[in-house]
């Protein structure tokens, strides 16, 4: 299981229009709603928010890794969102999050589960590629990012 | 004099592929009248990763290892059940570390002179080369290594298989 199998274009959102990081992950979520992605976003943002309380995924250099274990969902579900202003995720280093990788999987694909988020673990320690991929436009050009 | 083919490992992730490659490897042990070892490596070194990150926190990283050590075990029963089912004797380890220096390290450690593994995932980006962990496992083992594809034919040849 790759990024590659899960990111298409609908999944991205290029620009994040939220300021704060309850609305931002809120916007993500209907986003992946929109795209079909989901159904319950309120358990989902629920989910979510609980694992936030417990310590930000700001993991600083820009980089947000949202992430939850939920039966809301069948498969596993990756969004990515760009905010090019940045806002405030709490982030470790206290700098603005300005690209987010939301990840949501199912109880029983831990394995699944891992395998994302280590390929996004090792995404986030490529400054030239996070670089890159703040700089894209459209959700067309963030997936062609990950296709190289 | 004994056949070319001695001590056979079949690696299980978790993939429909690997149960493919374990259910090929009964019947070529039964074939070649070779041993045959399953092996499920639990990944902690992503999971370490994964805290050096901040993307986990560690009551989950002790809760994924958790989840994934029962999954092994649920694979490795899984196949021992796809063996006995065919009269064949299989030796299951769970190991947990970095998969490919596991696998090598087993390979070595037991002496094997056949790794199979599942089909590997279709290539669709740079880093898929540098860091599908089997594809480097397939590459440093000291064995031969076979790769098993042909689903339906090898459900085929495992059914038949007296």
Redesign the interface.
Known sequence: M?I??LITEDCVKVPLTGTTKKVVLREMLEHLENAGKINDVETIYTALLLRED??S?G??AGIA?P?AKTEAVKDLVLGVGISPAGIDFDA?DGQPSKIFFLVLAP?EQ??K???V?????????SAAFLRVLISSQTAAEVVEM??? | MAGPIEKMMVYL??TEESIVAAEYAVCLAKGCGASLTALYVV?TR??N??VR?????E?EERE?KS??EE?AQRYLNHVQDLARKKGLAIQTIKSSGAINTEIKHKVEELDIDLLLIGEL?RI?????EF?NEVERAMRSVSCSVMIVKNEDRVWSLYESLV
């Open positions: 790759a590659l199998d417990q310590g995924t993991l600083g890794v992430h470790v109880p831990s394995g589960h891992l395998q988020l280590s390929e996004i673990a090792r995404i986030s320690q990950f296709r190289e | 992730d978790g990944n992503a999971l990763d994964l990150s901040r993307i986990f926190i009551s994924y989840d994934l999954d995932s669709q980006s740079r880093r898929d860091y």
